[in-house]
């Protein structure tokens, strides 16, 4: 470990993997180590689903830069992925663990994040890779090449070279974390939350539901809610048949406006803001889906959207969840770890829209916050 430390004062040195062989030979070493330090570069403007450009893996000995447009079979990896007698290193790992889904369809396990780790270390929220590196090693990293496309071939060495970066500090700087978080009574906790990152990604997205997701669904009444449910379902499963960003389908508010008002021609559809390329590619399907509408029992129109902030009881209940929560975190540890606002707007949810239901259950009240949710929730019931 020290001697990793010492080594990263150089600049990483790293192998390209493009061909199956290479990655096979990567894989079965990097199968016998204990910890492994993983990144992706990926590129989305456009798409729904991320575009995978690069995987690089650090094993502590070697960096490997793993080109995903020169593999074939990437079974090897998607086995190192699902080892669980290596843990892998990650920073702020939502994206990736998005990536290593859709693509390989397993997640990293176990799993560590960095940014999750240095939060109960009382670094700040959401804390850059960088800006961890430069506390712990006084290091600058180049950015330069951040913004990047890396969908193009071939990278420059000054593209390979920042990629390495990422995992040749994120190896020694976990040690380091890991080493300061020994000193706390915070590891399981750690273990927990990041278990917790990957159990959510791992639940898919339900088009049924995707008109929860559409803003201001709350203004609309039953049949109206029953218009935005099939249309954001259709617009959820074109995105997804056809890899294009939710919006570059039809656009959120576009789908709100065609709820609410139930246009009968494509003239309509123009009136009320949709764009012509809306209206050229989709404009007969969405007609077509309001017409639907007429076939389906109201019993079965969805329950009309309650918002938990237009009751007169939210606002005193929510400064006084507050105010209890300064009251609960041991010293050293920022309250904003055990509850966000809506971790915390999630709970008055669940105690009085969801009649507490144990099928689903909100994270103050699962793992190691469950004894502080249950002394908030104690609080919430004051006011019911």
């Known amino acids: 470990m020290n001697s990793q430390i010492k080594e990263i004062k150089n600049k990483p040195h790293f192998k390209v993997i493009t061909t199956d062989l290479a990655l096979t030979e990567v894989c079965h070493i990097a199968q016998q180590k204990a910890v492994i330090a993983l990144d992706t570069e990926f590129v989305r403007i456009r798409t729904l689903y991320p575009q995978l450009g690069l995987i690089q893996l650090y094993d502590g000995e070697q960096i490997s830069l793993i080109d995903p447009m020169a593999i074939q079979d990437f079974s090897p990896f998607v086995a190192l992925l699902a080892n669980k007698g290596v843990l892998k290193v990650l920073h702020a790992c939502s994206e990736d663990l998005e990536v290593f889904l859709h693509y390989f369809n397993q997640l990293p396990v176990p799993m560590r994040d960095t940014q999750i780790m240095a939060s109960f270390l009382n670094f700040a929220n959401s804390i850059g890779l960088a800006t961890l590196i430069q506390h712990y090693f006084h290091l600058e990293i180049d950015k330069g090449v951040s913004r990047t496309n890396w969908l193009v071939r071939p990278l420059s060495d000054k593209q390979l070279v920042y990629a390495a970066a990422d995992v040749w500090y994120l190896l020694p700087l976990y040690q380091r974390m890991q080493q300061d978080l020994a000193n706390t009574i915070w590891q399981k906790a750690v273990e927990n939350d990041c278990d917790l990152l990957l159990a959510k990604r791992e639940k898919s997205k339900d088009p049924e539901l995707a008109y929860l997701a559409i803003p201001n669904g709350w ?28 919006n570059f389908v039809v656009r959120s508010e576009h789908l709100w406006q065609l709820a609410k008002h139930n246009p009968k021609h494509t003239s309509e559809l123009l009136e009320l803001g949709l764009t012509t390329q809306e209206v050229r590619i989709h404009g007969k399907k969405l007609l077509h889906i309001l017409t639907q509408v007429k076939r389906i029992d109201p019993t079965e129109y969805p329950e009309k959207i309650i918002r938990i902030v237009d009751d007169p ?62 002394a908030l929730l104690a609080t919430l019931k004051n006011y019911e």
């Open 219 to 246: 203004r609309l009444d039953a049949l109206q809610l029953m218009r935005l449910k099939l249309l954001a379902k259709w617009r959820q499963e074109e995105a997804m048949k056809r890899d294009l960003a939710l």
């Open 313 to 374: 009881r939210y606002k005193k209940v929510l400064k006084a969840l507050q105010e209890k929560l300064k009251s609960l975190p041991p010293p050293g540890l920022a309250v904003e770890v055990i509850a966000s606002k809506r971790s915390l707007e999630s709970l008055i949810k669940w105690c009085w829209l969801e009649n507490e239901s144990t099928e689903n259950l909100p994270d103050l009240l699962i793992g190691w916050r469950r004894e502080f949710g249950l």
